[in-house]
């Protein structure tokens, strides 16, 4: 369990900070950026959440997943060594993957297939799951690239966790717009050159 006692120590004041294994490393390292990123995309996450009362299901998915990617923070803040920790590690977990693919579909059916690309707005709700889902990629990003640095060990399951979360927003964000009884006015979609 996390004890915060003290909120500020002073130990981040030369520009280092530490990862969970006590290991301090530069604040703009990529490991650093890339769970940042994912704290980035839990915020926005609870942005949304101020406009999602009216969607109970979904709301009480949101606020697993705002649980999750905390998870995911710890699992990035703690990287692979050939060393013992001590302790197990937090890991992100393949049937937490699973979980948002099931979510996923469980979303989509009451969906119209999509016939042209949508653009990020509607409902509060909608606009706030898409600003998530483009934080999310871009945490995303970060991460494969972190995995493709030299010395570098990163969960996959982590990584496939973002990938199927920022489907998942685009899918709730949609899902937002039409409304948990199918009555909202739906997606806003792109209209190419409508403006020329």
């Known amino acids: 369990m996390v004890t915060l006692n003290k909120i500020y120590t002073r130990s981040g004041d030369k520009g280092t900070t530490a990862l969970a294994t006590g290991e ?24 949304a959440r101020l406009h999602t009362a009216t969607l109970p299901k979904l709301d009480a998915m949101l606020s697993r997943i705002q649980n999750e990617l905390f998870d995911l923070g710890a699992d990035l803040a703690t990287p692979a060594k050939d060393e013992e920790l001590g302790y197990e590690p937090l890991r992100i977990l393949d049937s937490q993957v699973t979980r ?18 949508i653009l990020p707005g509607g409902s509060p709700a909608a606009a706030h799951l898409h600003l998530a889902r483009t934080t999310c990629r871009r945490a995303e990003r970060l991460v494969t690239a972190l995995m493709e640095s030299p010395h570098e060990m990163v969960n996959e399951a982590g990584l496939c966790y973002l990938n199927r979360l ?8 949609r899902h937002a717009n039409l409304g948990e009884d199918g009555k909202g006015p739906g997606d806003v979609k792109w209209v190419p050159g409508a403006t020329r």
């Open 166 to 173: 920022s489907d998942f927003l685009f899918v709730a964000a």
């Open 100 to 117: 948002l693919e099931a979510e996923i579909d469980e979303m989509n059916e009451a969906l119209l297939p999509l016939n042209s690309f």
């Open 24 to 47: 301090r490393v530069p604040k703009h390292a990529l490991r650093i950026a890339c769970y940042g990123t994912v704290d980035e995309t839990n915020s926005v996450i609870g942005m």
